[in-house]
């Protein structure tokens, strides 16, 4: 099957179809090690048509990766403007960021930011690109605070690492006996930051 040059930038209602499940996918495996076979069998495609609607497997990783990113975003708007004060936009932000359904998509950004690391495609600018999309609405809502946005960023997402580095309990055993000590420790940054 040839790919038309344009194939793989046409939306598609098929083509959103695959991507929202791919996204899920990922979410539950390592990105790093996507092969599109398994992804394929898994989503009810084929390779060919993988390749087909996105070009390339680098590029099925990118736009996995902007899905990622986009709800991250989206996220933090939406504490912006239902948050409230400095607190309690953080403090919503936190409580949305560490949802057991969202411990997938955590997972899918840390593994993003890190591969980044690399500067090769398709992860090149995946954090640096992360860093220009948070910071401005982090600084937003800390206005007059006197808080450092660069700050805060850096510990929620250590704070975030340090969660799910916890898992579930660090054993397989459901407990997540860390996650007590990791929210402990967000509030007194808070406590400390925003008091």
Known sequence: MSTPANAA?????????ILAA?????????????SLRPLAARIGSSPRVLLYLFGSK????????????AEQLALLERCEVEGGSARETLELLWEWLTRPERRG?????FEGYVRAFDRREPWLDFGTA??????????????G????????????????LDLLADGDG?????????????HAAWRDFLDATLP
């Open 9 to 17: 930038s046409r939306p598609s209602p098929r083509r959103e179809e």
């Open 22 to 34: 791919t996204v899920r996918y990922v979410a539950e495996h390592n990105v790093s090690d996507l």
């Open 58 to 69: 680098e590029q099925l990783v990118r736009e996995v990766l902007a899905v990622g990113r």
């Open 105 to 109: 998509a955590l997972r899918l950004f």
């Open 130 to 143: 992360s860093l220009e999309e948070w910071l401005p609405p982090l600084e937003r809502v800390l206005e």
């Open 145 to 160: 605070t006197g808080a450092n946005a660069t700050v805060v960023l850096a510990v929620l997402r250590g704070l975030l």
């Open 170 to 182: 660090g054993d397989g055993d459901g407990d997540g006996r860390h996650a007590g000590r990791v």
